[in-house]
């Protein structure tokens, strides 16, 4: 991923949420527990959660902001813009994505496998949960820009 949208990313993480020590349950803005004194501070999400590090609080923060690929359905239409559409069987014309998937379902979820890396390794989309969820980079990168823009 572009070193520059993950620090942009930390920092707006960094900025939505709050340094908050667990041992004395409070909020410590200054980074540092006024009560037990403490540097070692959880990060608060108001509303969210609290925890340690940030990567959750991006995670949270796109998810609350983005939409998520469709992983299937851009798949789909990623052989649909290579094929056409319908494919003669016989007398029949039948949906190309659709006899592909029924006929061989390993292959189909092979070459799905083999596209959703090579989106990832082109930097097309990415993931903050080791692939579970994938957003656009261009949806980030221009969330961080409007974001920017509301910034004083």
């Known amino acids: 991923m572009n070193t520059e949208i993950k620090l942009k990313l930390e ?13 004395c349950y409070h909020e410590c803005p200054s980074g540092r527990c006024n009560s037990c004194g403490t540097d070692d501070l959880m990060q ?3 509303g969210v959660a609290c925890d340690y590090g940030i990567d959750w609080i991006i ?6 902001e983005l939409t998520a690929v469709n992983l299937d359905e851009e798949f789909e239409e990623s052989i649909r813009q290579c094929y056409e559409e319908t494919t003669k069987i016989g ?4 949906d190309t994505i659709s006899v592909m998937k ?12 083999e596209w959703e890396s090579m989106e990832a390794e082109e930097g097309n989309i990415v993931s903050f949960d080791n ?7 261009y949806d980030i990168e221009n969330l961080l820009e ?6 004083p």
């Open 146 to 151: 409007e974001l920017e823009l509301q910034t």
């Open 91 to 94: 007398w029949m014309n039948l």
């Open 44 to 46: 608060l999400l108001p």
């Open 102 to 113: 029924s006929h061989d379902p390993i292959s189909w979820s092979s070459a799905q496998s």
């Open 59 to 64: 995670e949270s923060i796109l998810e609350t």
């Open 11 to 23: 920092k707006l993480a960094l900025s939505k949420s709050i340094p908050f020590c667990y041992s």
């Open 131 to 137: 692939g579970s969820t994938y957003y656009r980079m």
